[in-house]
């Protein structure tokens, strides 16, 4: 097989790929225009010959879904921040002074990943209870994200500032610099984009997250997006395209995300040698 045919063959399954992995989403939004009687047809059309716009309004209004995701949006950046600004730092110590048992700390407290939050939410609630935290529900749910996804971070950031020889901190440090202004003028920017990649990652995380909010988050104008839709679903739900819409509201800016920040965040997953 010549090179150019294989490049043909590779180029076809990873667009049948892609396909097979985006026709969720495509169906999720072309869903959302059905009409009722369309939603069922047999066999299923796909693009409904009247497609029903007004959905997304009808949904937006009477739902309130911007105050979801608001909600989620607040939620999400006060878990990826306070995680970034402790992450980062941990990090850094963990990949400057290494040994054995720091590898097998990290080892042990990255297990605890494996273990589900549906696990985790009865000693968190306990303790956030008897701590007054869950008056403040929102921060509560911040907490408990970060003290989830912290080592996941740290474990990222912290093969990525590896990656930053040694050797370019030592000259900064002999032409005058401190410690924290090597750290802040030399390492961090040369470590920025595997900091945004696991960012984002977590980011996408915290912007789904369900088990914490639905426990510990009671008012409704505080829930985020991801409990504004479990609130559609019961014994006798039929309301597809009502369902759909909102999802797809909810979807669509995390896709926006990604697909603006896609340039940094292929940087990032491919960064291991420096210029």
């Known amino acids: 097989m010549n090179l150019a045919l294989r490049d043909k063959l590779m180029l076809a399954i990873a667009v049948l790929l892609a396909a097979v992995y985006l026709f969720p989403l495509y169906w999720m939004y072309v869903t959302a225009i059905k009409t009722g009687s369309a939603m069922f047809a047999s066999p299923p059309a796909f693009w409904p010959s009247d497609p029903q716009w007004g959905i997304y309004g009808s949904v937006w209004e009477s739902r309130n879904v911007g105050r979801y995701l608001w909600n989620s949006l607040v939620i999400?950046?006060?878990?990826?921040?306070?995680?970034?600004?402790?992450?980062?730092?941990?990090?850094?110590?963990?990949?400057r002074y290494r040994n054995v048992w720091v590898d097998i700390g990290l080892f042990l407290i990255l297990m605890l990943q494996v273990l589900p939050a549906s696990l985790m939410i009865t000693p968190i609630f306990v303790g956030f209870s008897q701590l007054g935290l869950l008056d403040y529900p929102r921060t509560a749910v911040i907490l408990a994200i970060a003290a989830k996804s912290m080592p996941f971070f740290v474990v990222l950031v912290r093969a990525t500032f590896m990656s930053v020889p040694m050797e370019l901190e030592e000259a900064a440090l002999v032409d005058g610099n401190?410690?924290?202004?090597?750290?802040?003028?030399?390492?961090?920017?040369?470590?920025?984009?595997?900091?945004?990649?696991?960012?984002?990652?977590?980011?996408?995380?915290a912007f789904g997250e369900f088990v914490y909010s639905k426990s510990m988050i009671?008012?409704?104008e505080y829930q985020p997006a991801s409990v504004g839709l479990n609130s559609f679903m019961g014994p006798?739900?039929?309301?597809?395209?009502?369902?759909?819409?909102?999802?797809?509201?909810?979807v669509t800016?995390?896709?926006?995300?990604?697909?603006?920040?896609?340039?940094?965040?292929?940087?990032?997953?491919?960064?291991?040698?420096l210029k």
């Open 76 to 95: 999400a950046s006060g878990a990826v921040s306070l995680i970034g600004i402790l992450g980062t730092g941990c990090a850094y110590v963990l990949a």
């Open 236 to 250: 006798n739900t039929n309301e597809w395209n009502n369902i759909m819409a909102y999802a797809a509201m909810y």
């Open 253 to 273: 800016p995390i896709l926006a995300i990604f697909v603006l920040l896609q340039r940094r965040i292929v940087s990032g997953l491919t960064s291991g040698a």
């Open 178 to 205: 401190s410690r924290l202004g090597a750290f802040f003028n030399i390492v961090l920017p040369l470590a920025r984009n595997g900091i945004l990649v696991s960012a984002i990652l977590i980011f996408m995380q």
């Open 218 to 220: 009671q008012a409704i």
